[in-house]
């Protein structure tokens, strides 16, 4: 039953997520007011707004309008409760993930808004960024120094890659692997690794299937960024020690 309590909580974290990912960009106050829904605007009932559950129940619609609610709402609540339980499996339930669960909840906001507005939010990943440190300074000091680091090079890292190719990735994306790196510590390597093949595949797929038209046509890295991340919270430190074995 433990991994019960993650999964609960990442349900409850995936749709506050959706309020920032809505409101947000739309410069929206996140508390006031309520959830209502974005087609009447009616203020949306306690028991309407069950992660998941009141989407299925309702089938995808307003109780008040009719109108269709995105299946969004419980597919970011959904990842959410399973990105909550693998990293808390993963890491055997271990202090770091006071400091490590507000990050994969950072990921998985970014990533959505990234998705439908193409940007990546300073008032996300600023905050994210204090975190990282002051947490850190206090559950895995010792730490700290690498942590340091590693968001110094990733952000260096980007940022070359930004100036490099005008246009091709944005300022958010350089700022966001900064803050991977801050929290990842050498495994923002791996997560970086990551980010950019499972971007090429998706970029050569998008131009085999739309041709010379798709050179023109921007993909948000931050979803690939954040999937890095993921994958780096649960197995990254495991690939660099495995590297590090291997070939140094």
Known sequence: MVPVVPALLGLVVGSFLNVVAYRLPRGESLAFPGSRCTSCGQAVKPWDNVPVLSW????????????????????????????????????????????????????????????????????IVLPAAIWAVAASAVVRPGELPELLIAGAGAFLALLIAALARPGGMGMGDVKLAGVMGLYLGSAVIPALLIAFATGAVVGVAIMLREGA????????????????????????????????????
Do not use: Q
């Open 56 to 123: 299925l129940l309702l089938r995808g619609r307003c109780r008040s309008c009719g109108e269709r609610i995105s299946p969004r709402y419980p597919l970011v609540e959904m990842v959410t409760g399973a990105v909550f339980t693998v990293v808390a499996l993963a890491l055997s339930f271990d202090a770091d993930l006071i400091v490590l669960l507000p990050f994969a909840a950072v990921l998985v906001a970014v990533a959505a808004i990234d998705l439908e507005h193409r940007i990546v939010p300073n008032k």
């Open 213 to 248: 038209s798709a050179r023109k046509k921007g993909v948000p890295f931050a979803p690939f960024l954040a999937l890095g991340g993921l994958a780096s919270l649960v197995m990254g430190a495991e690939l660099v020690d495995l590297y590090a074995s291997r070939f140094l």
